[in-house]
């Protein structure tokens, strides 16, 4: 069984910052790529951002200049600091990792195991 505990969300005016963390714990081998998805109301769930094993990231055009993703796949540790946020990232935020991905498959298969996610609002 493998837990993945997200938590830094909240109500940020428009402009602001705030940093989310996630911690995975429990039956884990290893992971070979662990990101942020989110997801807003009626929309479809998109990943923000993700790093690999390998130490190489992604991020999704839209946070590409606000957005850092940092961790120690490692360590099972992943942290995304979010800055200059805008009313349209409000969502929920959630952890993800995956097992078993290869260069850009780490950004397109779906991942094996989630957090609960944690909310984001932002003000304008």
């Known amino acids: 069984q493998v837990q993945l505990v997200e938590s830094g969300g909240g109500l940020v005016q428009a402009g602001g910052s705030l940093r989310l963390s996630c911690e995975a714990s429990g039956s884990i081998f290893s992971f070979n790529a662990m990101g942020w998805y989110r997801q807003a109301p009626g929309t479809e769930r998109e990943l923000v951002a993700a790093i690999s094993s390998g130490g190489s990231t992604y991020l999704a055009n839209s946070v590409v200049g606000r957005f850092t993703i940092s961790g120690d796949i490692t360590k099972n540790t992943l942290a995304l600091q979010m800055n200059r946020l805008k009313p349209e990232d409000t969502a929920m935020y959630y952890c993800?990792?995956?097992?078993?991905?290869?260069?850009?498959?780490?950004?397109?298969?779906?991942?094996?195991?989630w957090g609960q996610g944690t909310q984001v609002t932002v003000s304008s």
């Open positions: 993800a990792a995956i097992e078993d991905c290869s260069g850009y498959q780490c950004y397109t298969n779906d991942y094996d195991y």
